[in-house]
C-alpha cells in the first residue's frame, strides 16, 4: 500500500508543474479569457480608421483588446494605443474606451467609423497630418477628451456638435 501512496505523490509532482503552466496561461492579459471578445461591428469600426487615416501596421489577425504587440505602442512621444474595457457581460465582452493616436504622421481624413466605437470615451489623434472637416456624424460621440490639435483641420465646427 505505501508503494501506491508514493507513485501518487510523484503524479502530483509530475503534474504541478503543468497546473501551474495552464495557470499562467489563463491569467496572461489581464485573466482574459478565450471567451472575450470585441464586437465585429468595433473591428470593422477599427479597420475603417485605419483605411481613412492610411495606418498600416494595426495586426487584425491579433484582438485589439490583449494589450500588445501593434494595438499598444507607446515609444517617447509615439503613442499607437486601443484601450479596452473587458468588464462586460460578466467579463465575456470588450468595447473599446481609449483611442491613442498621437504624433504617428497619419494623413487622410477624420474617419466617421469613429462613431461606431460607442464606448469610446477618449480619443486622441493629435499631431498628425489629418485634414477635412470634422464629419457631423461625430456630434453623437460620447467621449469626454476629444484632442485634434496639430493636424489640418478644415471648415466650420458643425452646427450638430454645437448643440451635443
Not at 478565450?34 to 483605411?51: D, F, M, S
Not at 489577425?61 to 490583449?66: L, N
Not at 483611442?99 to 494623413?107: C, E, G
Not at 464629419?135 to 489640418?152: D, E, H, K, T, Y
Request: charged share 15%; net charge positive; glycine share 10%.
Amino acid at each position: 500500500m505505501e508503494m501506491g501512496g508514493g507513485h501518487r505523490g510523484v503524479l502530483r509532482l509530475r503534474l504541478l508543474p503543468l497546473l501551474l503552466l495552464l495557470l499562467d496561461l489563463g491569467f496572461r492579459n489581464g485573466g482574459r479569457c478565450a471567451a472575450q471578445k470585441l464586437p465585429e461591428q468595433e473591428v470593422e469600426a477599427l479597420k475603417g480608421i485605419a483605411r481613412k487615416l492610411n495606418k498600416t501596421d494595426w495586426d487584425f489577425s491579433v484582438d485589439p483588446c490583449i494589450g500588445s504587440g501593434t494595438w499598444v505602442n507607446s515609444t517617447g512621444f509615439i503613442v499607437s494605443n486601443v484601450t479596452c474595457d473587458c468588464s462586460f457581460q460578466n467579463h465575456t465582452n470588450c468595447h473599446i474606451i481609449s483611442l491613442q493616436l498621437m504624433r504617428l504622421n497619419l494623413s487622410g481624413v477624420l474617419p466617421e467609423e469613429v462613431v461606431n466605437l460607442t464606448y469610446l470615451r477618449y480619443l486622441d489623434l493629435s499631431r498628425n497630418f489629418i485634414q477635412g472637416p470634422i464629419p457631423a456624424s461625430w456630434a453623437s460621440l460620447q467621449v469626454f477628451n476629444l484632442s485634434l490639435q496639430g493636424n489640418r483641420i478644415s471648415g466650420t465646427l458643425p452646427k450638430e456638435l454645437a448643440n451635443s
